[in-house]
């Protein structure tokens, strides 16, 4: 899931806290805040299981170096593997 800050959390997800509250309280709405709790609730069932880590580690891989067609075959995929992770987690479809 991208660059680790030195805690070993995704960059975005040291961010993404606070600018979900900044919206969540800007909007009076818990819309934001649900949002990353379900994001960060994802990330952490598939970090705790290494062979799903390591499988959306290759999709991202592929994604981001292969050709055009292997980029939306790989994004696919990883829609997938999220469409996945979401409804093992008893989460509402992304």
Known sequence: MGIADRTGCPVAFTREPDQAADQSRQASDLAPLQRFIAQWAV?????????????????????????????????????????????????PPR
């Open 43 to 91: 990330h952490v069932h598939i970090q705790r299981q290494p062979h799903l880590a390591e499988e959306l580690r290759r999709w991202e891989d592929t994604a981001a170096t292969g050709d055009a067609q292997q980029a939306r075959g790989a994004a696919s995929a990883i829609g997938r593997f999220l469409d996945e992770a979401h409804a093992a987690l008893g989460l």
